[in-house]
């Protein structure tokens, strides 16, 4: 029950933020946007600008992130949930008014808070962690990412309708951000009456502002976890250049509106929901993670170079599903293996530090992408196809596996969860 009703959260809380997954990019570089944004700007410098803006998002998530997985270590998850739903819901808010004003400084702003209060992810993943080992843990996680997937089979392809008027009769590019608000301000009494209250694993003790660069040290130094950090980082560039830049690539390439561009996202999301409902639990009980995560990684190398090849749209009906399969196995396989390394008191400083790490990885990809994509809508997608070769060629490296059941899952955890 517990582990439905967190799922239904995840659910919730990234429905918000997938509808407002297809606008921006229509919103800074389709030619036909009316009134146009920045209408004295040419599009090399708009695509420069939109990585800016992501770029702000994600760096305001990677401070944020292991200041909130530490917090809820200390004084519980629930009431950090809480306030994470509030603040994102107001920064949703400040970016529709600055999106319906067509003011870059206001669109900076709210994408500010949003990404600062982006760590639902982190508290979920460390509550599971704190409950189930092995397999069940690993299943739990692909449990979570289905839901997330889940939230992007439906919110872009509902953003991008409220976006282009398609039911509405009007285009607007605020209304899905206004949308995003109400159901992350809906979730929040959710999470007051059913989220467990008892998630503190350490005494409350007073927060330092700039401990969280200390955590960061603390973490890559542990016995087993150092690799995984560089790795996780590298891997999560391919993803996440998937994730920032296939819209990018579909409005500068084709012209794509924000209706399409939801719909082919929500074709990448419905092949990783599938994969996380059907394979991960059967391919974690016959392969390690690090396998899995290091084929995967190639996998989706090999997919984002066919991606950029082809002339005509079509090919995207098959190229994408490849795209999201090979994530799903990816990001499931990956928070696994960084869970296992450490033991149950520190799972939200971990996993708080892997993801901070993770999106400043993102916020540096988002500005040079923004840059590259100036230049040539491909070059984005190029690079994340080679982050994600090198993620697994560092994981044949320096984190071999092969076949096993499920018992060697807890031998890893008594081998590395000392720290």
């Known amino acids: 029950m517990l582990t439905l009703f967190i799922c239904t959260i995840v659910f919730l809380s990234t429905l918000g933020n997938a509808l407002t997954s297809p606008v921006l990019a229509p919103f800074f570089l389709h030619p036909d946007i009316v009134p146009t944004f920045l ?37 519980g998850r629930r009431a950090l949930t809480v306030v994470t739903l509030i603040a994102n819901a107001g920064g949703q808010g400040v970016t529709a008014f600055g999106v319906g004003q067509r003011s870059l400084g206001w669109i900076l702003g709210g994408q500010f808070v949003v990404g600062f209060f982006s760590v639902l992810l982190v508290l979920v993943m460390a509550e599971f962690a704190g409950r189930w080992r092995g397999p069940d843990r690993t299943q739990r996680f692909g449990l979570v990412y289905l839901s997330m997937s889940l939230a992007y089979v439906v919110g872009p392809y509902v953003g991008g309708m409220l976006a282009d008027g398609v ?17 992350n301000l809906l979730v929040a009494p959710l999470v007051v009456c059913l989220f467990p209250s008892h998630s503190a694993t350490s005494p409350p003790r007073p927060f330092r502002l700039l ?30 250049f998937v994730f920032q830049f296939n819209p990018v690539y579909f409005v500068q390439k084709w012209h794509f509106s924000s209706g399409k561009t939801g719909e082919l996202m929500a074709i990448t999301s419905v092949a990783m929901v599938l ?85 400043l990885g993102s916020a540096l990809l988002c500005f040079v992408g923004g840059a590259l994509a100036s230049l040539s809508p491909q070059l984005p997608i190029l690079v994340g196809a080679t982050a994600a070769a090198l993620a697994a060629i560092l994981l044949g490296v320096y984190v071999p596996g092969g076949r096993r059941g499920a018992a060697d899952h807890e031998t890893d955890e008594s081998r590395l969860g000392t720290g």
């Open 275 to 359: 994969t996380q409902a059907v394979a991960v639990r059967p391919l974690a009980d016959r392969f390690s993670n690090a396998r899995l995560t290091r084929a995967s990684a190639f996998g989706l190398s090999l997919m984002l170079v066919w991606l950029v090849v082809p002339e005509g749209a079509e090919v995207l009906f098959v190229i994408l599903p490849a795209i999201g399969f090979t994530m799903a196995l990816a990001t499931t396989n990956m928070s696994a293996l960084i869970s296992h390394a450490v033991s149950d008191e520190v799972q939200g400083r971990v996993l708080g530090v892997f993801h901070s790490v993770r999106v």
């Open 39 to 75: 209408p004295g700007a040419s599009p090399a410098s708009k695509a420069f600008l939109l990585g800016l803006v992501m770029s702000l998002g994600r760096f305001a998530e990677f401070l944020g992130s292991p200041v909130v997985g530490q917090l809820s270590d200390r004084y």
């Open 211 to 240: 401990e969280h660069l200390t955590e960061m040290r603390t973490v890559f130094t542990m016995a087993g976890v150092g690799w995984l950090l560089v790795i996780n980082f590298v891997l999560y560039l391919g993803i996440d």
């Open 167 to 183: 039911w509405t009769g009007a285009q607007d590019y605020a209304l899905p951000y206004i949308v995003a608000a109400i159901v």
